[in-house]
């Protein structure tokens, strides 16, 4: 007996078509016989007569199967007569088929019924296993196969239903524990799931149309700004019970400004105390990596040993500190580095290798050690000095803009946690994280998602942007960033061949970056209202030439050193490369301010004036010449 592959079964296909003969002056014997086995209970039979010439009178089905257990074989026949067409069968014969051996004959006549013979097939053996339907053929001369449906269906059919079964038992299961869950009851997962479905249509916004963006949140006293920043949930489900234990809270600077526990920095354990990993500070992702942040709050006396030792073990090589030592008379940060020299910190050394110092910020690079090891690394501090007060915003966003893009510069190559912090590690912290993330999304993807940023790391840290003031300053750091973002800084070697280059077509470039810098929306809460005053009114040369209420330059007021005992002059501080407050820039002195001209002089201890004017371009030159006693 020879098993019959699906090949087998074609060739076997292949003979009855090409209708070998075998003899020459008979019939041949029915070798075209194809056995298909429906699993135990019934067999197919078919057949094609070779030879027409022979008329077929009836056919004979004769099988043999052997009883189950024993070895008695029974033969059947069963006698068809022969229908219209006589030269193809197909019957189906019912039984019980254990081990059976089939043969097909056909009565053939010459039309003399004496010279009538019969011709029988191959033998079919179809061997049937009790419990096994696969296909088997086999037998002398073997032209079948064996189609196998009825168990296999039913086995197929009772899988699937049991693991259908399986899955809706276990999804009611799931939904059933869902419900369950109060909303403050769940996981980190869920609520960012909650907060991403949340944002699902807040669409990144493309640069080329995150102007019209700005504007249109801008509109009606900043309703779109209000809408979205009231969207902004804070996450409920997050804990922060390791920093609220009764030893950890002497190390944080403010009772209020918990650290989540999900994302919270753990130092290496220390003397077997679980105590000694806690410190304030939380892992934030950035866009291009995870982790790409560590916000902190400033350190306390009692915690710069660990803010140290953090650096050491995160491989920490950028500072970022956006707040000073002292601010309204409160201290708000600690001096956690040395001015001169090197000092200890726990079993950390940090030595201040250099230091530069600018109008808004300064730079320091520390060379740091640890205790017992011969490993020293450069860390580089970022501190910015100009943010004002604890609960306001930089009123226009340039000098910020710049103090973000010159870390992200000296950062360039850096594979390690950028440490953030301002004293609370919230608000500022959390300005210059978007802004520095946004930036390099613009740069990757070239559009905006602000909305999303400030979503996902106010699920990393708490409350880490604070207030719809620094929510609307970010965007305006973006804004000023993406209407500057094809102007580059000009080397002083350059300068001659820009200059050349933008005469020659003076009328496209320099005029449309003269657009953009008068058309500048950002900065929207400068305002002139001091010199809109009646009594200012008189001393501004130009009406629409005024000083911004918060960089104007104010005179002392006294009655015998001002003009009308008031202390406003049309003026403004402007900073420079290296110093604050560098230059004042003023109008040219009227015959009523003069006197307020040399008063600001005087009180700002000014050695230097520019005068850029000429006597034939003014007709109020005397007034100029009365002023400089000529």
């Given at each position: ?19 070998t ?82 043969k ?14 019969r ?81 699902e249509?807040e ?34 489900s ?159 966003p ?45 740069k ?38 993406v209407?500057?973002?094809?102007r ?18 003076f ?23 001091v ?87 003014v ?12």
């Amino acid at each position: 007996m020879i098993s019959v592959s699906r090949f087998g079964f074609l060739l076997c296909w292949w003979h009855a078509i090409s209708g070998t003969v075998y003899g020459q002056n008979a019939p041949t014997n029915l070798t075209h016989v194809i056995a298909t086995n429906n699993c135990v209970t019934a067999v197919s039979l078919k057949w094609i007569q070779p030879d027409a010439s022979w008329e077929v009178h009836n056919y004979i089905i004769a099988y043999w199967t052997k009883q189950y257990g024993t070895n008695t074989t029974v033969k059947t026949e069963t006698l068809l007569t022969t229908d219209s067409n006589k030269t193809k069968k197909n019957v189906a014969i019912s039984g019980s088929f254990i081990d059976a051996h089939f043969k097909v004959a056909a009565n053939f006549s010459s039309g003399n019924q004496s010279d009538s013979r019969r011709f029988w097939s191959n033998t079919i053996v179809v061997t049937i296993l009790k419990t096994d339907c696969s296909p088997i053929d086999g037998g002398d001369g073997l032209r079948g196969t064996m189609y196998v449906v009825k168990l296999t269906a039913i086995i197929v059919g009772a899988l699937l239903g049991m693991i259908i079964i399986f899955f809706l038992a276990l999804r009611i299961y799931v939904w059933r524990k869902e419900r369950r869950y109060d909303q403050n009851d769940l996981s980190q997962k869920e609520r960012r799931s909650h907060h991403l479905m949340l944002i699902e249509h807040e669409l990144p916004v493309s640069t080329d149309t995150f102007f019209d963006h700005v504007s249109a949140m801008k509109f009606q006293h900043s309703q779109g700004f209000n809408s979205e920043w009231a969207r902004l949930k804070e996450p409920s489900s997050q804990a922060f019970s390791f920093g609220n234990r009764s030893s950890n809270s002497a190390k944080n600077r403010y009772a209020n400004v918990p650290t989540f526990d999900s994302t919270r920095v753990a130092l290496l354990l220390q003397n077997g105390k679980h105590d000694t990993t806690y410190i304030n500070a939380n892992f934030v992702d950035g866009i291009e990596k995870p982790k790409a942040y560590i916000a902190t709050q400033a350190p306390l006396p009692e915690t710069i040993s660990d803010f140290w030792r953090m650096v050491w073990e995160q491989e920490v090589s950028y500072i970022v500190m956006i707040v000073n030592t002292k601010e309204q008379d409160d201290t708000a940060c600690c001096k956690y580095w040395p001015e001169e020299s090197e000092h200890e910190y726990g079993k950390v050394i940090v030595k201040i290798m250099d230091a530069a110092k600018y109008a808004d910020y300064c730079i320091r690079r520390f060379e740091v050690r640890r205790i017992g090891s011969e490993e020293s690394r450069m860390v580089w501090q970022f501190q910015y000095h100009s943010w004002p007060t604890k609960n306001a915003v930089p009123v226009h966003p340039t000098s910020f803009l710049e103090f973000v893009k010159t870390v992200a510069f000296f950062s360039i190559n850096n594979t390690h946690p950028i440490v953030v912090h301002c004293s609370s590690g919230n608000g500022r912290t959390g300005v210059f994280i978007v802004v520095d993330s946004q930036l390099k999304r613009i740069k990757m993807q070239n559009n905006i998602n602000i909305f999303y940023n400030v979503d996902s790391t106010r699920h990393q840290r708490y409350k880490i942007i604070r207030n719809v003031e620094e929510y609307i300053f970010i965007h305006e750091c973006i804004l000023d960033h993406v209407t500057c973002m094809n102007r580059n800084d000009i080397l002083p070697r350059d300068l001659e061949d820009y200059i050349n280059e933008q005469k020659s077509s003076f009328s496209n470039e320099f005029q449309k970056e003269l657009s953009d810098a008068m058309n500048d929306t950002t900065g929207m809460h400068s305002k002139s209202n001091v010199a809109k005053l009646p009594q200012n009114i008189p001393k501004n040369r130009f009406e629409n030439i005024l000083p911004f209420d918060h960089s104007r330059v104010k005179l002392r007021r006294n009655d015998s050193l001002t003009s009308d005992g008031h202390d406003y002059i049309n003026a403004s501080y402007c900073s420079g490369l290296r110093r604050q407050r560098n230059y004042i820039i003023t109008q040219s002195p009227m015959e009523s301010t003069v006197f307020d001209f040399w008063c600001m002089v005087w009180e700002n201890s000014s050695f230097t004036i520019a005068m850029l004017l000429q006597q034939e371009e003014v007709s109020f030159f005397h007034t100029v010449t009365q002023y400089l006693c000529l």
